[in-house]
Structures are given as C-alpha cells and as structure tokens.
C-alpha cells in the first residue's frame, strides 16, 4: 500500500551540528522542514569536544571572521536553549578563559607584543605563572597567555535536546539516507515517502557529493582522572584539557590527517598528554576515550554550496563545528531564498 507523501519545503539529510542548526532557524523562521538521519551513523559532532577558541596555531592568529562568526553563535545558543527548554534561561555555549602555557620567555615576549595590536588587545593577556589562579600542570611553563572571548560547548545535550524537539514536532524521520533513492520530478524532489522543493546534504564524510573537497581529520580524546582541579577554566599548550563531568578532565585532541585505523592508539595519547608534567603524568588514569573523524576541507573554510536546482550541500566545518555550523545555516538560508527569487 503506498502511503501518502510527506511535504516539506526543505529536507535535511543528517543531524550533526550542521545540520540540527540549519533545521532550527528554517523551523523557527517558519519554514516547512523534515530531517532524515541515522542515530547509528557515524558523527563527529557527537564526537566532539566543542572547544571554542578565537585564536588559532601556533602564531596565534585570529579565527577566520571572527568578528561575526562568535558573536552570532553565542547568540544562536542561547537563543534556542530557551526554545528546546521551555521555561529556563541559559545558553548551551558558555564563556570560559583559556590559558595558553608559554614555554619560552621568547614565545612570552612575541604574544605581549601581539597582545598590544589593534584586535588582540582584547583577547590576549600574558602572565608569569603566579598571575592567575591556575596550577601549573604543563612541563617548562614560564608564563600564561590568557585567552578571552573562548568557551565550551558539549554538543551532546544540544543535539539531544534538538532531536526531542523535532519528534515532538514530527518533522524527523530515523532512515540511513540511500542517495539511489533521492529522485527529481518536475519542480520537487522525492525521497521514499517524502517530497520537498529544497534538499541540503549535512552528512559530513558521510556525504556522497563534494568527497573530493573533503579531508577527513582524525581526532583523538581521553577522559581523565588524576589531574588538579582548575575550575571552569580551560588549559591549552599544542593541545588542551578541558574541566569534563564528575572531576575528570577531557584531553585532547590530536589531528590526524594521515590514518591507517579510526582507533585509540598510544601514539595519540603520548601525543596529547607529553606536555604534563612527569609527576601528574604518573598520576593520571584513563576512564574512558574516543576518536572521531572531522570532515574538512583543504582551505579549512565550510562548503555552503548549491550542486545543482534544489539541491545544496553544508558541510566540511572540521574543528570549529561547534561556532561555524550556526553562522554557515544563516549563509546557507540567505543563499537559497535569494536564488528561489
């Protein structure tokens, strides 16, 4: 017996960071929207730490549009907590202090200069090590560089929460998307017993269009017990460690773009943990650990970009998920409206 199609005016395939946020502001916006994904399929998002950080390498440079991208993304999260939480205040994005540990009075001096540039004077500033109330657990640290304007953001809950709110409001379907069964007809396209004008592909490595502008990165994560407790804030040298549940400590993550497995391996942990201390090294355990695959791109920027009539791809947000996904949904709306006329 054939059913009778279900419409939408945009389908969402996958329901990572990319493609929750998109679906949230076309829903919220009053579109029509239905998402197909797959709770098996693998995601980096759930993967993910959610590290937000407004400089970036070694030479600490500022993140790529900085300037919008972070203050429309603290907005965004705030803005549908309250909608996927009725009732309560709060933002799944909080603000929280990163302190970079300098290991050389030359890397001291080299950020105390940047700290003084146009753009900088706000985020940056550098310490010796008894200047802030934070223990010092990495090896050779002669000072801090304090980072403002960072965060957190465990995008578990967030996608969680979002998958509730879209049952509640019947616009998600749970299907492993089959690309041989995505069909265009007339003015719309067809997927089993959904029809939709607009089609957007968020599926990450999963995705069967664009593969070659697609890197995939493999990152590794550890939660840890034994190490000292330094509040909310968060540590960072090459890699970073970050205050988890229950007093344990999330470290990572490595960035792999050469990989034989998508497995734990020791190479990874000696990698994200050889700046500790050799003392608090000895103390350390590991209670749990991950790995996750980022999709990315070779320029590092996200793909917000029709294929052809109706059909578009978001994708490629690699690190920084957690900032690029809400701001690239709003390129992404602005770009398809305008081409609809």
Same mark, same amino acid.
């Given at each position: 017996?054939?059913?009778?199609?279900?419409?939408?005016?945009?389908?969402?395939?996958?329901?990572?960071?990319?493609?929750?946020?998109?679906?949230?502001?076309?829903?919220?916006?009053?579109?029509?929207?239905?998402?197909?994904?797959?709770?098996?399929?693998?995601?980096?998002?759930?993967?993910?730490?959610?590290?937000?950080?407004?400089?970036?390498?070694?030479?600490?440079?500022?993140?790529?549009?900085?300037?919008?991208?972070?203050?429309?993304?603290?907005?965004?999260?705030?803005?549908?907590?309250?909608?996927?939480?009725?009732?309560?205040?709060?933002?799944?994005?909080?603000?929280?202090?990163?302190?970079?540990?300098?290991?050389?009075?030359?890397?001291?001096?080299?950020?105390?200069?940047?700290?003084?540039?146009?753009?900088?004077?706000?985020?940056?500033?550098?310490?010796?090590?008894?200047?802030?109330?934070?223990?010092?657990?990495?090896?050779?640290?002669?000072?801090?560089?304090?980072?403002?304007?960072?965060?957190?953001?465990?995008?578990?809950?967030?996608?969680?929460?979002?998958?509730?709110?879209?049952?509640?409001?019947?616009?998600?379907? #749970?299907?492993? *998307?089959?690309?041989? /069964?995505?069909?265009?007809? @007339?003015?719309?396209?067809?997927?089993?017993? =959904? +029809?939709?004008?607009?089609?957007?592909?968020?599926?990450?490595?999963?995705?069967?269009?664009?593969?070659?502008?697609?890197?995939?990165?493999?990152?590794?994560?550890?939660?840890?017990?034994?190490?000292?407790?330094?509040?909310?804030?968060?540590?960072?040298?090459?890699?970073?460690?970050?205050?988890?549940?229950?007093?344990?400590?999330?470290?990572?993550?490595?960035? #792999?773009?050469? *990989?034989?497995?998508? /497995?734990?391996?020791?190479? @990874?942990?000696?990698?994200?943990?050889?700046? =500790? +201390?050799?003392?608090?090294?000895?103390?350390?355990?590991?209670?749990?650990?991950?790995?996750?695959?980022?999709?990315?791109?070779?320029?590092?920027?996200?793909?917000?970009?029709?294929?052809?009539?109706?059909?578009?791809?978001?994708?490629?947000?690699?690190?920084?998920?957690?900032?690029?996904?809400?701001?690239?949904?709003?390129?992404?709306?602005?770009?398809?409206?305008?081409?609809?006329?």
């Amino acid at each position: 017996m054939k059913t009778n199609p279900r419409e939408a005016d945009f389908l969402i395939l996958g329901q990572g960071l990319a493609g929750t946020c998109l679906a949230l502001l076309l829903h919220l916006e009053g579109h029509s929207v239905h998402i197909l994904a797959h709770s098996d399929q693998p995601s980096a998002s759930k993967k993910a730490v959610g590290l937000v950080n407004p400089v970036t390498g070694r030479r600490m440079a500022q993140t790529w549009n900085f300037d919008e991208i972070f203050p429309y993304s603290f907005h965004f999260y705030q803005r549908v907590f309250s909608v996927l939480n009725p009732g309560k205040d709060g933002s799944y994005l909080e603000e929280k202090p990163i302190f970079k540990a300098l290991h050389s009075v030359e890397e001291m001096n080299f950020l105390t200069g940047k700290s003084s540039n146009l753009g900088y004077d706000d985020l940056l500033d550098i310490r010796k090590t008894d200047g802030y109330p934070v223990p010092v657990v990495f090896d050779n640290t002669v000072a801090w560089c304090r980072i403002s304007k960072g965060g957190r953001m465990n995008p578990l809950p967030f996608l969680q929460d979002a998958l509730s709110y879209f049952h509640q409001n019947e616009i998600y379907s #749970e299907d492993r *998307f089959n690309q041989s /069964e995505l069909k265009r007809e @007339g003015s719309h396209w067809h997927y089993k017993n =959904i +029809k939709a004008r607009t089609v957007i592909s968020c599926l990450g490595m999963g995705c069967p269009w664009k593969a070659d502008d697609m890197w995939p990165v493999k990152g590794q994560v550890y939660e840890l017990d034994g190490l000292p407790d330094f509040g909310d804030a968060i540590l960072k040298t090459e890699k970073f460690l970050v205050p988890g549940d229950n007093g344990t400590i999330l470290a990572g993550s490595t960035y #792999e773009r050469e *990989f034989s497995h998508n /497995e734990i391996d020791e190479a @990874g942990f000696n990698d994200i943990t050889q700046d =500790i +201390k050799p003392e608090l090294h000895a103390k350390m355990t590991v209670r749990s650990s991950w790995t996750g695959i980022r999709p990315t791109t070779k320029d590092r920027r996200p793909i917000i970009e029709k294929l052809e009539d109706g059909l578009y791809a978001l994708n490629g947000l690699g690190a920084k998920g957690v900032t690029l996904a809400p701001w690239s949904a709003e390129q992404l709306i602005q770009k398809m409206l305008s081409e609809r006329g």
